[in-house]
């Protein structure tokens, strides 16, 4: 049984790993790396050269891959660091894709045209005679996040890179627990694990945490005054907890922007959410500017859900600030931010000018109205605990945050170099 991390391995993002038994393998995820080129939600990255996201390193290089071997596709979810690059990369394998059926939808929006298998989770799917993959339902801050299991022969593999343990979630269902213990009873051979938050004391607060934030917010608003919320626009959670709080005060929403009519439109499509009368969502440029000139005509009307909250140079919020849109923002307009600045100095440098432009222009800031969808270090231990795994690989995150893993998971018993192993991209390990 062979492990070989192809991307995301000494990184945050670019997630991509090849699992091999008996001359046959699976890859799991073909993510993206959004910080080399500025990619953001509401980037339409099929319009980008592959030269320069190769040259850039923001597609994993997959030369290390027999393609020949490769008999499936399996897609976690649908996070761009985790299925962004199948549109590039799926097309070299004459492998189907397998995926729950919401992230089958956005790979199929963005232009993937390998045969799809959609699961639901709890599903498990025969790849070959000696590889099953089983979908294990999971929280995160995207609709229908899975763990995978890898069945072999040679022993289990458990990948489980993105969760948090959600027992509020408000969509969809609670982390299946009594499998995850089943699992650890039948034995785990390896688990591959995410780091990204692994430095963060205790548990991950749930969603419904972000959403009384909200609620507390948005229920105060001035009433007379423009009213706009940006978030991620894949949160579908928080999104459709934002409609219907604007709903509570007597606002219609407005959900703007491209990646906003990808994500939520297909979610609308597939009921995982329900928005309440009076939404409007529009993607296209023409369409937005006409929705943003109504709203400026009665901004007490309409509560704006937006891209922008890193400040992204072509997201609607960062426009808005310039003044390069129909909307403009007046003394009193309140900018409700429900995502944090993600840390590196690119995204802080461009959040500051935002808010800057904001404040000058009158406008009242909310900010941290959010919480993460990653597991923090206390979720971590109790992972290990549930699936007891023999052999640990962590991965996405930098080696900082995989060194605060090792030391997590060496006060659980385990030693690196004997049974936990750092991998770096490109490199492999044989079980």
């Known amino acids: 049984m062979k492990v070989v991390a192809v991307g995301g391995y000494e990184e945050v993002g670019r997630n991509m790993t090849y699992i091999e038994v008996n001359g046959k393998g699976i890859i799991i995820d ?50 761009l660091d985790h299925s962004g690059a199948a549109f590039i990369l799926a097309k070299k394998y004459n492998a189907p894709i397998i995926a729950t059926e919401y992230t089958a939808r956005l790979v199929q ?111 105060k608003a001035d009433d007379d005054r423009g009213l706009i919320v940006t978030t991620f626009s894949s949160h579908v959670a928080r999104v459709g907890a934002i409609a219907n709080l604007a709903k509570k005060i007597g606002r219609d929403v407005l959900i703007l922007g491209r990646s906003m009519e990808k994500y939520i439109g297909i979610a609308e499509e597939m009921k995982i959410i329900d928005l309440p009368e009076g939404t409007h969502i529009y993607g296209e440029v023409v369409a937005v500017s006409k929705a943003l000139r109504k709203a400026k005509k009665e901004k007490e009307k309409y509560l704006l859900i937006v891209t922008g909250h890193q400040g992204e140079p072509d997201a609607l919020l960062t426009k808005i600030s310039n003044k390069k849109v129909p909307y403009k923002i007046e003394k009193g307009d309140q900018v409700v931010f429900s995502a944090n600045v993600i840390p590196n100095p690119i995204n802080m440098a461009q959040r500051y000018a935002l808010e800057t432009k904001l404040k000058m222009q009158g406008a009242r800031l909310f900010k941290g109205l959010h919480v993460s969808g990653h597991a923090s270090k206390e979720d971590h231990r109790d992972l290990l605990k549930m699936l007891n795994p023999e052999n640990i690989i962590p991965c996405h995150g930098s080696l900082d945050m995989v060194a605060s893993y090792v030391e997590l998971a060496e006060e659980e018993g385990y030693t690196l170099n004997r049974n936990m192993f750092i991998l770096r991209n490109g490199h492999f390990i044989e079980f």
């Open 30 to 79: 073909m993510g993206i790396r959004l910080d080399r080129v500025l990619i953001h939600e509401d980037t339409d990255i099929s319009k980008l050269s592959i030269e320069d996201l190769r040259r850039r390193g923001v597609i994993p290089n997959d030369e290390v891959i027999n393609r020949k071997k490769v008999k499936a596709i399996i897609l976690t979810h649908g996070h």
């Open 109 to 219: 929006k963005d232009g993937v045209e390998n045969q799809i298998f959609t699961v639901e989770t709890g599903e498990i799917f025969q790849i070959t005679n000696d590889i099953s993959v089983e979908f294990i339902n999971i929280t995160h801050s995207i609709p229908q996040t899975a763990m995978i299991a890898v069945h072999t022969k040679k022993g289990t593999i458990v990948y489980a890179n993105d969760f948090k343990l959600d027992d509020t979630p408000t969509v969809g269902k609670i982390p299946d627990y009594k499998r995850l213990k089943e699992l650890g009873k039948e034995g785990v051979k390896v688990l591959i694990v995410e780091t990204t938050r692994v430095m963060e004391e205790g548990r991950t607060p749930s969603e419904k945490i972000a959403q009384d934030m909200l609620r507390d917010v948005l229920l």
